[in-house]
C-alpha cells in the first residue's frame, strides 16, 4: 500500500513537470506541495536508497523552476524519471 502512495506522489510531481514543459499555468502551491512531497521522500537516502537521490534533485529543480525558466532538458529529464517510477509503482 505505501508503494502505491509513493508512487502516487511520483505521478503529481511528474505531471507538474509536464505541465511546466508545456506551458500551463502552474498553482505555485502545488509545486511547493510537489518539491515538500518529493524532498521528504528523497530523505530514503540516509537509509541506502540510491534511486531517493534523484528525488532530491527533482524537489530542488522544482523549486527552481518557481524563480527561474530552466532549460527543457533539465525538466524533461525528471519528468520521465518520475512517471516510469509512478507507474512501476502501480505494476
Known amino acids: ?15 507538474a513537470f509536464l505541465m511546466l514543459i508545456f506551458g500551463i499555468n502552474v498553482f ?3 509545486i511547493l506541495f510537489c518539491a ?8 530514503f537516502i540516509l537509509q541506502g536508497n540510491i534511486l531517493s537521490g ?15 525558466a530552466l532549460p527543457s532538458i533539465l525538466l524533461w529529464i525528471p519528468a520521465f524519471f518520475l512517471l516510469a517510477k ?4 502501480f505494476v
Not at 54 to 67: C, E, K, Q, R, Y
Open 1 to 15: 500500500m505505501i508503494v502505491k502512495i509513493l508512487g502516487g506522489i511520483d505521478l503529481a510531481s511528474a505531471l
Open 28 to 30: 505555485t502551491q502545488f
Open 36 to 43: 515538500g512531497l518529493l524532498f521528504l521522500k528523497g530523505m
Open 54 to 68: 534523484f528525488d532530491l534533485v527533482a524537489s530542488v529543480l522544482l523549486v527552481l523552476s518557481i524563480f527561474f
Open 86 to 89: 509512478g507507474l512501476v509503482s
